[in-house]
């Protein structure tokens, strides 16, 4: 998709590519629902301008709006729209605006013909970073279909050079006869990629089977919380950790011994709030090693503003996961910046400990788990978290193998 101020129109095959260039400048568009805090629509463009940035967009300006129901049109008021069309006029070096929810077909091509910039929503930033950060076949082929099941509802708004071509309801004649190939296209194609993947989903289930009996322990939390990081730290390996969103989109598999007592430890794809449907359905197949596993790791970044939310975020992705249920540990990461910005250089250890006890006492009580503060980065609390890990594991195959003394 081509950016500029041309007012030129996209074509199909550009749209499909959802993708952002190297260097862009953004301005980001979010609206306040009823119900919802200023603070909090804040926090959710924090996240869009991380996610912009992962995807190689630098955000200049944000603009929000308090709605009851979005424009079926413009998603945001006309006056609101006027707003950002002047900011964009005066600022020539943006190229992209990005809305923080999913637009139609057709409020995406009143809103470009309007700005005469790149229109990007939440759900094609998410697909745009899903894409370079795919490696193998299995999540390519998750990617293709997310893009695809997110294409097909929008043809007919994408379809603009066929306007001129309408009879009238409907928009009857060639131009209609031409959207329904595209859309015969589109659907054959999710087709053969739920096909393909229901291949690979095979193939990874016999390999899941022929790890044999070993107790299985998943990474999960939301992304960017340091989960790649502590799977370097216990299976002491190089997985690609970053600070970016879905820094990891494969999932990884380590065997991992500690006291002669071997398990598998998995590393999965990071939750997010407002994550599309059709990305969570096309994903299920990567987080069936959360399903599959024994033990959870739960890890959380203690330091970060809206913890909690991303606590509840990632419970309520298990739960339609159908893996609330096992035993997990909540690991609450990177408390080294927990202490730098929430601790004053003058406070005594002697206080900084207390405040850290009752903190992990009201965690243990909010969320009814066992749970460790830790530093994955700096390797702060690693043995206790070995020795934790461990126990569990080891009353997993006590549970498997109750009437015999298993020796590794």
């Known amino acids: 998709m081509e950016s500029g101020k041309s007012g030129q129109e996209w074509d199909l095959n550009k749209r499909s590519k959802l993708g952002l260039k190297v260097e862009e400048f953004a301005v980001l568009v979010g609206v306040i629902r009823p119900g919802q805090t200023e603070e909090l629509a804040a926090e959710y463009l924090d996240e869009l301008e991380f996610l912009a940035l992962t995807a190689g967009a630098k955000t200049k300006k944000r603009f929000t709006q308090k709605l009851k ?6 998603f945001v008021g006309k006056g609101k729209l006027e707003e950002i069309r002047q900011y964009v006029a005066d600022h020539e070096e943006i190229n992209v605006v990005i809305f923080d929810d999913d637009l139609t077909g057709k409020q995406t091509n009143i809103i470009e013909e309007e700005l005469t910039v790149k229109i990007v929503d939440r759900s094609s930033l998410i697909l745009d970073i899903f894409a370079r950060r795919a490696q193998t076949a299995q999540a390519k082929t998750q990617v293709d279909l997310a893009q695809m099941q997110y294409l097909l509802p929008r043809l007919r708004g994408l379809w603009t050079h066929l306007e001129r ?4 309801i409907g928009m009857r004649g060639p131009g209609e006869k031409e959207i329904e190939t595209d859309r015969r296209i589109v659907r054959d194609k999710v087709s053969l990629l739920k096909k393909k993947l ?3 989903d095979q193939q990874n289930r016999t390999r899941r089977k022929q790890r044999g009996d070993t107790i299985r322990v998943a990474l999960v939390g939301y992304t960017n919380v340091g989960k790649s990081t502590l799977m370097n730290v216990l299976s002491k390996s190089e997985v690609f ?4 969103l879905f820094a990891t989109l494969d999932t990884t598999v380590r065997k991992v011994v500690i006291d002669s007592t071997p398990f598998l430890l998995s590393d999965t794809v990071g939750f997010i709030r407002k994550l599309p449907t059709h990305l969570i359905e096309s994903f299920k197949s ?3 090693e959360a399903k599959e596993a024994d033990i959870l790791l739960h890890v959380v970044d203690i330091a970060h ?3 909690e939310d991303h606590v509840k975020t990632v419970m309520e992705t298990l739960r339609d996961l159908g893996a609330e249920d096992k035993p997990t540990l909540m690991v609450f990461n990177k408390m080294d910046l927990y202490r730098k910005r929430y601790f004053d250089d003058l406070l005594e250890d002697e206080m900084k400990t207390l405040i850290e006890k009752e903190l992990k006492e009201k965690l243990k009580n909010d969320y009814d788990a066992d749970n460790i503060f830790i530093s994955a980065i700096n390797k702060e609390n690693i043995g206790e978290l070995r020795t934790t890990v461990l126990r569990m594991v080891k009353e997993q195959y006590e549970i498997r193998y109750p ?6």
Request: charged share 35%; glycine share 6%.
């Open 198 to 200: 229901e291949k690979i």
């Open 241 to 244: 950790a970053e600070n970016k």
């Open 305 to 307: 503003p809206q913890y």
């Open 165 to 168: 071509q309408r009879g009238g």
């Open 403 to 408: 009437y015999q003394a298993k020796v590794w």
């Open 286 to 288: 990567t987080l069936d």
């Open 69 to 74: 129901n979005p424009d079926k049109r413009t």
